[in-house]
Nanobody, 120 residues
């Protein structure tokens, strides 16, 4: 199961770096795509950023130019650098690993989440 860290309270305009460590062997981690989702209280979870196992990176429009996803396959870790944070970025952020099982469909494993609060 992924384990997130790095959340906290930050002022508007500030930055935070989220980390996600998995217990997967590095050779297993390498074939997973990794995602960051977030959930605002009372709302549905939304995809924030993806780092696919082939190196493709995708961002939600609302974080483009502000957030950067990266991964360290040698340590089975993924990161989310969040810059220019705004109050609307306040949410619980989840790390998700995805294994493509072909016709069996993707297998997702969710972390427990880390709270990010942007407030003055």
């Amino acid at each position: 199961q992924p384990v997130e860290s790095g959340g906290g309270l930050v002022q508007p305009g500030g930055s935070l770096r989220l980390s996600c460590r998995t217990s997967a062997d590095v050779n297993i981690f390498r074939v997973h795509s990794m995602h960051w989702y977030r959930q605002v209280q009372g709302k549905q979870r939304e995809l924030v950023a993806t780092f696919e196992n082939d190196g493709t990176i995708k961002y939600a429009d609302f974080v483009k130019g502000r957030f950067i996803i990266s991964r360290d396959n040698a340590k089975s870790e993924v990161f989310l650098q969040m810059n220019s944070l705004q109050p609307e970025d306040t949410a619980v952020y989840f790390c998700v690993s995805e294994l493509d099982r072909g016709v069996a469909g993707p297998y997702l494993t969710w972390g427990q989440g880390t709270q990010v609060t942007v407030s003055s």
